[in-house]
């Protein structure tokens, strides 16, 4: 958690002064890979993320040993034969909103993030749909994609590829607080 409170710091001295910054320490992030023999689900609330209202910057990071399984050797062979979590930590998106939202007003918008994904030290290009809720003042994100695991240099064994799919589908919901 320490590490993630730095990575925010980081993020938000690149901001420029005096803007909208909106935090979330603890978005909630799952995974979910489905297979004719299992499927696989694994969930962790300890995404982080900051969203710059004013000029719809949006960047996020989890440590991918925050994931958790519930199976603990699911868990174990994620972090070790297939994310090596050792070794890539981490994946992050860093990203700016196509559309301009009004904070100040209540609503649901649609919108498209283009930005970097970083997941096992392979950067992609995304575009990524969700949707932004603001109401009372708060602002929630709520975002559904599948990632692909060949595109991230993620290997699945010949011998178990028909327990893991070849495309993972990830949930993203955070809830954001203004940083004063």
């Known amino acids: 958690m320490k590490y993630l409170s730095i990575m925010l710091l980081a993020w938000m001295t690149t901001f420029q002064a005096g803007q909208d910054l909106y935090v979330c320490k603890n978005a909630s992030i799952t995974l979910f890979s489905t297979a004719p023999i299992e499927d696989i689900k694994a969930e962790t609330s300890t995404g982080a993320s900051v969203f710059n ?3 719809g910057e949006l960047n996020f990071t989890v440590l991918i040993s ?3 399984f519930p199976k603990s050797l699911m868990q174990e062979h994620f972090n070790s034969d297939y994310m ?4 890539y ?3 992050t998106f860093k990203g700016k909103i196509a559309e301009k939202i009004d904070v100040t007003k209540d609503g649901s918008y649609p919108i498209n993030v283009t930005g970097d994904l970083t997941v096992h030290n392979v950067t992609m290009k995304r ?3 969700g949707t932004i809720t603001v109401k009372g003042g ?6 559904e994609f599948m990632v692909k695991c060949a595109d991230h240099h993620i290997d699945i064994p010949k011998i178990v590829f028909h327990n893991i799919a070849e495309s993972i589908k990830m949930t993203v919901s955070a809830n954001y607080v203004l940083n004063k």
């Open 53 to 55: 209202a004013a000029t």
């Open 66 to 68: 925050s994931f958790k």
């Open 84 to 87: 090596e979590s050792d070794k």
């Open 89 to 91: 930590p981490r994946a």
């Open 127 to 129: 575009t990524i749909p």
């Open 138 to 143: 708060m602002i929630s994100m709520k975002s």
